[in-house]
T-cell receptor, first 114, second 113 residues
Framework: AQSVSQHNHHVILSEAASLELGCNYSYGGTVNLFWYVQYPGQHLQLLLKYFSGDPLVKGIKGFEAEFIKSKFSFNLRKPSVQWSDTAEYFCAVNAQGRDDKIIFGKGTRLHILP | DADVTQTPRNRITKTGKRIMLECSQTKGHDRMYWYRQDPGLGLRLIYYSFDVKDINKGEISDGYSVSRQAQAKFSLSLESAIPNQTALYFC????????????FGDGTRLSIL
């Protein structure tokens, strides 16, 4: 079965710092990949998704993620974070053609210092 | 009005009680999901439904049941609540263009004493 690992449980950065949150998945076949964000007290929102094509995916709010198949990774990046990016970020994977379930990682809590 | 509405928003109850969490949506989506969120564990899928006649177990369906009363309504029941079911529960919907849940409700915070 597919699984997702987010190695950074809690990240603290200052404003304007660059961000990279790690996400690795385990599944030998073709995957769909997602990043969601949950701002404090709010529900989850889809940040970006990868189905196929260009492995560099751009999402909302200046976020991007790169799919590296050889590393089974889909890391989330932002060149310059803002205080408003404080939130919890979840990576998720779906095994293409296997079923329609999405498996979420355990999340990374990002705290941006003003 | 919210696209996905969950009721109640908060609930405290005792062990052994039957509880129903309601979810309704105005998106017109066929697919609906129930997740629970626990600190440090992320979201785990309880049940999902791709249309009114389709119900599927997720990762952690034991102790839960669901009912898809209509396209717009998907309820989650805990037949006999236990303390380790204390969690934040989210309902979500999606259209048929991909497997990912697209719209989440605001969540129901459930505490079982």
């Amino acid at each position: 079965a597919q699984s997702v690992s987010q190695h950074n449980h809690h990240v603290i950065l200052s404003e304007a710092a660059s961000l990279e949150l790690g996400c690795n998945y385990s599944y030998g076949g073709t995957v769909n990949l997602f990043w969601y964000v949950q701002y404090p007290g709010q529900h989850l929102q889809l940040l970006l998704k990868y189905f196929s094509g260009d492995p560099l995916v751009k999402g909302i709010k200046g976020f991007e993620a790169e799919f590296i198949k050889s590393k089974f990774s889909f890391n989330l990046r932002k060149p310059s974070v803002q205080w408003s990016d404080t939130a919890e970020y979840f990576c998720a994977v779906n095994a293409q053609g296997r079923d329609d379930k999405i498996i979420f990682g355990k999340g990374t809590r990002l705290h941006i210092l003003p | 009005d919210a696209d996905v509405t969950q009721t109640p928003r908060n609930r405290i109850t005792k062990t052994g009680k039957r509880i129903m969490l309601e979810c309704s949506q105005t998106k017109g989506h066929d697919r609906m999901y129930w997740y629970r969120q626990d600190p440090g564990l992320g979201l785990r899928l309880i049940y999902y439904s791709f249309d009114v006649k389709d119900i599927n177990k997720g990762e952690i369906s034991d102790g839960y049941s669901v009912s898809r009363q209509a396209q717009a309504k998907f309820s989650l029941s805990l037949e006999s609540a236990i303390p380790n079911q204390t969690a934040l529960y989210f309902c979500a919907t999606s259209d048929n263009r991909g497997p990912q849940p697209q719209h989440f409700g605001d969540g129901t915070r459930l505490s079982i004493l």
